[in-house]
T-cell receptor, first 112, second 113 residues
Framework: KAGVTQTPRYLIKTRGQQVTLSCSPISGHRSVSWYQQTPGQGLQFLFEYFSETQRNKGNFPGRFSGRQFSNSRSEMNVSTLELGDSALYLC???????????FGSGTRLTVV | TQLLEQSPQFLSIQEGENLTVYCNSSSVFSSLQWYRQEPGEGPVLLVTVVTGGEVKKLKRLTFQFGDARKDSSLHITAAQPGDTGLYLCAGRTPPSNTGKLIFGQGTTLQVKP
């Protein structure tokens, strides 16, 4: 069974630009969550999607958005990038959002 | 704001020693999970505990969920260099099938041969 695939693995963007990150969950998993990991703040919840609907949202500004497609693949978008958005962005999938998640390897975003 | 306080933040021990990592909160969680993360990779789920007072064992690792479902501990017996990594606890807020995972800050464990 293929794991959670995140693309790209590494990304360098300039302040003010926007970025789109992609996540392909494990086949059959309908819940996809996104997390931001930084050395100072640790892992922080961004949002969760289930069957194309946003089911939960963390405390991030509106510049952070996401969506989920009918095949459960998900994307997250960050507009007007700031230096503080530099982080490892992790996607995690689960069958229904209950219990444990399987995480991808993440996308390392660097904003310069 | 729900917080999970994890301690200690750093732990450096010799091979063969025992250790315990604690995860505490003032909030009740519907379940609590423990993950291990290697550098450059995503966290890998070790265990999920759901019932207050529950104890689960995974080889040399013992996980416990507090009776009130507000705290948890991870105990490693006879640590080995292969146990080195970042250990994260994560609580799921009620209701159990939605909600978000609240992560602790993590415990960086180094086991020296």
């Amino acid at each position: 069974k293929a794991g959670v695939t995140q693309t790209p693995r590494y990304l360098i963007k300039t302040r003010g630009q926007q970025v789109t990150l992609s996540c392909s969950p494990i086949s059959g998993h309908r819940s996809v969550s996104w997390y931001q990991q930084t050395p100072g703040q640790g892992l922080q919840f961004l949002f969760e999607y289930f069957s194309e609907t946003q089911r939960n949202k963390g405390n991030f500004p509106g510049r952070f958005s996401g969506r989920q497609f009918s095949n459960s693949r998900s994307e997250m978008n960050v507009s007007t990038l700031e230096l503080g958005d530099s982080a490892l962005y992790l996607c995690a999938s689960s069958e229904n959002g209950e219990y444990g998640y399987t995480f991808g390897s993440g996308t390392r975003l660097t904003v310069v | 704001t729900q917080l999970l306080e994890q301690s200690p933040q750093f732990l450096s021990i010799q091979e063969g020693e025992n250790l315990t990592v604690y995860c505490n909160s003032s909030s009740v969680f519907s379940s609590l999970q423990w993950y291990r993360q290697e550098p450059g990779e995503g966290p890998v789920l070790l265990v999920t505990v759901v019932t207050g007072g529950e104890v689960k064992k995974l080889k040399r690792l013992t996980f416990q969920f507090g009776d009130a479902r507000k705290d948890s501990s991870l105990h490693i017996t006879a640590a080995q260099p292969g146990d080195t990594g970042l250990y994260l606890c994560a609580g799921r807020t009620p209701p159990s099938n939605t909600g978000k995972l609240i992560f602790g800050q993590g415990t960086t464990l180094q086991v020296k041969p």
